[in-house]
């Protein structure tokens, strides 16, 4: 008994040892958030057009026909990174060819129409969620939020905060890359 | 040119601290006096070398060097001066750059005030040293090189991270290292008794000081860290049970349990091999903390920016360091002698509960820190381990540590006589008991545990003060003979009776201001009032105000009680252009009742426009979690300047000659 308590404290360091050998992972980031949406349906929403913009509204049956991966953008025009990251998701839009979808989360009409005016507007449709009722139903914490819906309508990723650094675009570029292969 | 310097003197440091590392633990092997005394001189020069390179580092930040990375990434020329000095320890690498620092210092510190120590001792102690320098040395040479120069120079800086731009939180980390790192002598004390086999009442002597003043330094700085906390986070709150948070506190309270240890084992020559695990594991878990800290292991809000490569490199030197002297230990500590014999009720009986019910509660929070890792491991489920876990947990082992701490100190050594301890405490549990029916009186609604826990703060108060009056037999003798008898009690016994005092003061604090505090968190738009534990709040709007690198919106409440002006209360919210961040600075009214805490953040969105979120609280005695915490760092300072510790240290195998006076 005694031997075995001598080397107890070396045993508790050694698993501890093992399992911060474990967290070092490069792959594993400690604050990511799941989404218990991660795996399920696009949420019965049904959104109209931002008055002013014209185009389409966005609903549920928006998704799932098949055709690719969609990348669903939650944003507002009085959040700050939404701005910084309109830009790298006009590029994105432009070299990459995919579709685009937003959500524009608690808005003013004008004032979304203004920002859109102001910086251009690269979203296929755009549904304007003055209440935050979808907000809540894609289960957001903030915005700016993006998601990736694969061909079948299924949520397959998503990305809280602006995607503005390399690593957060090379995440949602692989996320797209792989909705896309399982297309087939 | 300077930059160069610092680096050449980090690569020399690393040199010294090799040959230090190996030649006097050489020496002591082969009994040779010369490699042994070599140590000195080593230490002395790491030491000195370190500085240059600390110093240089430091002249970067102040002439704001854009060449250098490190000072690109964390100062801006605009900067105030004290936060530029402060930015040298404000990344990574210069933190690193501290860290070692302070070991070298610690380790010169050793080689040329402990004049007394055995040579042979100190040989190996100063090596075992050497190694934790070698180790961080390499590591910030190889992955996290302070002084990497950058071409294009940029213009200006990206300015350190505003959060930390506060003279609380400049001053925080180098007291938090102080703690830690002085943790590593007693390691290495630890480690060299190890390897010498032998661990006696003279041993547990030398390692004593420097135990207290980590301890001193780590109590500051966690002390310092949860106020700067309390005022710049805007929450209110000044402990989060955070992993970084959780770290700091594990070495303070195995620290605790060893300083206490430490004491048993000199006194009374018992404990040994329990002692000398103290101080492996204490530092160990430093260490450990330096590893979550800057690996990104765990997710928390404080972090240095996260290297996998970093968190390797540390990860290496943790298996070397505290699988290596934990190894030794379970080779070596069996064959250690029990030492004296003792009573289950006495001073060592006591202090026996006091270790357990001490390792018990590191070991829950260690387990509550670590468990959302183990999880993912080995389901891959996300969680994390909040308050309700720490306060559910760690509070009921605490409770009946503070009680036995009441009455520890009357107990005598060997074998204690409790009814008589009890006779002369009965005034001590009267009172407590009616000062449990008062409380009781006062918050019938209160939670039955912050109850409870308000009087047995009141019992060890009173506990502590009772042993202290008795001790100068105050109001049994003369009043001139107890103001002579208290000179004459040893300073450690004082600085015991103010750190025990101390910790029921943080207790009246953290149960007051935990327990009853009020809070409102709302939307306020000018005229909004707001009525809060008494006091009358209006909201009168905001202002804007341009300080050095911010702009801040100053929100102005007029604070009223009963219909009369108590105080304006104007807490900010700033924007740091250049961070592209912005901090909140609480405005406080403090009183020794409670604090009256606001703090504002701006519309939440344009639906809101002019609504301000208001966080508003009143804490009630919480200014006492500080005042005990000084108390708490008083009494290790005392402590510290206690004859015993001053004046010659026992030879070995006489230690009992110069026991000091006054039943201790």
């Known amino acids: ?184 | 040119m300077i930059p160069e310097i610092g680096q050449f003197a980090l690569t020399l440091a690393l040199m010294t601290a090799v040959v230090q590392g190996i030649l006097p633990i050489w020496g002591a092997a082969r009994n040779n006096a010369v490699w042994m005394r070599s140590a000195t001189p080593t230490a002395a020069l790491q030491c000195i070398l370190i500085a240059i390179a600390f110093g240089a580092l430091m002249r970067s930040f102040v002439v704001s060097d854009f060449t250098v990375v490190n000072v690109v990434e964390n100062s801006h020329s605009l900067k105030p001066m004290l936060f530029k000095v402060a930015g040298t320890w404000g990344s990574h690498e210069g933190s690193l750059l501290l860290w070692t620092l302070i070991l070298a210092v610690f380790g010169a510190a050793v080689a040329l005030l402990g004049q007394n120590i055995p040579t042979s001792l100190k040989a190996r102690t100063l090596s075992v040293q050497a190694w934790i320098s070698t180790g961080f040395l390499s590591f910030m040479l190889f992955t996290s090189n302070p002084f990497d120069r950058i071409f294009p120079a940029p213009l200006d800086g990206n300015d350190l991270n505003p959060l930390l731009q506060d003279v609380g939180l400049a001053m925080h980390p180098p007291l938090l290292y102080i703690g830690y790192v002085g943790f590593s002598i007693v390691f290495s004390f630890a480690v060299a008794a190890l390897i010498e086999g032998r661990v006696d009442p003279a041993w547990a002597r030398w390692v004593r000081p420097w135990t207290l003043a980590a301890w001193v330094a780590l109590t500051g700085g966690i002390a310092l860290g949860s106020w700067w906390a309390y005022y710049e986070l805007g929450w209110g709150g000044w402990w989060f049970w955070d992993p970084v948070e959780n770290v700091s506190f594990m070495p303070w309270l195995l620290g605790t349990a060893l300083l206490h240890s430490a004491v048993v084992t000199e006194k009374r020559g018992a404990f040994k091999s329990w002692t000398i695990l103290l101080a492996i594991l204490t530092f160990s878990l430093s260490l450990l903390g330096t590893f979550i800290v800057r690996s990104g292991l765990l997710t928390s809000v404080h972090a240095f920016a996260v290297d996998p490569e970093r968190g390797a490199y540390i990860l290496g030197l943790l298996v070397l360091s505290i699988g290596g002297s934990l190894t030794l230990y379970a080779i070596r500590a069996p064959k250690m002698d029990p030492g004296g014999l003792f009573a289950p009720v006495s001073r060592e009986g006591g202090l026996l509960i006091n270790n357990l019910l001490l390792a018990l509660a590191t070991a829950t929070v260690l387990f509550g820190t670590l468990y959302p890792l183990f999880l993912e491991a080995i389901t891959g489920d996300k969680i994390s381990v909040g308050p309700p876990f720490f306060n559910a947990s760690f509070i009921p082992i605490m409770l009946p540590l503070v009680i036995v701490m009441g009455v520890g100190p009357f107990l005598s050594w060997k074998r204690a006589d409790l009814p008589g301890v009890f006779d002369r405490l009965k005034w001590v549990i009267f009172i407590t008991l009616i000062s449990l029916l008062v409380v009781w009186y006062m918050q019938t609604k209160g939670p039955a545990l912050a109850v409870l826990a308000m009087a047995i703060a009141v019992w060890l108060l009173l506990a502590t003060l009772r042993e202290w009056s008795l001790r100068i037999k105050l109001g049994q003798v003369s009043f001139s003979e107890s103001r002579d008898r208290l000179r004459r009690v040893p300073r450690s016994s004082h600085g015991m009776t103010l750190a025990h005092a101390g910790l029921a003061v943080c207790i009246f604090g953290f149960v007051g201001s935990s327990a009853w505090k009020s809070e409102e968190v709302l939307f306020v738009e000018p005229g909004t009032q707001i009525e809060i534990a008494g006091f009358d709040v209006t909201f009168e709007g905001t202002e804007r105000v341009q300080g050095p690198n911010y702009v801040a919106a100053v929100g102005v409440l007029r604070v009223m009680r009963n219909g009369r002006d108590v105080t304006v209360l104007r807490p900010e919210r700033r924007t740091y252009p250049v961070a592209q961040s912005q901090t909140t600075e609480a405005a406080i009214r403090s009183t020794p009742a409670g604090d009256l805490y606001a703090s504002i953040t701006e519309p939440a969105n344009e639906d809101a426009t002019g609504k301000w979120t208001l966080r508003i609280l009143y804490e009630p005695l919480v200014g006492l979690v500080w005042l005990g915490s000084l108390m708490l760092v008083l009494g290790g300072l005392t402590s510290l300047t206690d004859r015993r510790l001053r004046v010659g240290s026992p030879k070995r195998k006489t230690p009992v000659a110069t026991a000091p006076i006054a039943g201790e």
């Open chain 1, 1 to 184: 008994m005694k031997r075995f308590l001598i080397f107890l404290p070396l045993c508790v360091a050694i698993v501890i040892g093992l399992a911060g050998w474990w967290g070092l992972n490069p792959d594993r980031d400690p604050n990511s958030i799941p989404s218990a949406l991660i795996g399920q349906p696009v949420p019965d929403f049904d959104l109209p057009a931002i008055e002013g913009i014209g185009g389409l509204g966005l609903s549920t049956q928006d998704f799932g026909d098949g055709s690719g991966p969609i990348l669903v953008n939650v944003f507002a025009s009085w959040c700050v990174p939404c701005r910084a990251e309109h830009a790298v998701l006009t590029r994105m839009v432009r070299e990459d060819n995919l579709a685009l979808v937003g959500i524009n989360y608690k808005d003013k009409p004008e004032a979304a129409t203004a920002w859109l005016t102001e910086l251009g507007n690269p979203y296929d449709r755009i549904g304007s969620d003055e209440t935050g009722r979808a907000g809540v139903e894609w289960g957001i914490s903030g915005v700016p939020e993006t998601f990736v819906v694969d061909a079948n309508g299924i949520i397959v990723f998503r990305f809280v905060g602006p995607i503005t650094s390399d690593a957060a675009l090379a995440t949602l570029r692989k996320a797209l890359a792989q909705a896309g292969a399982d297309k087939s």
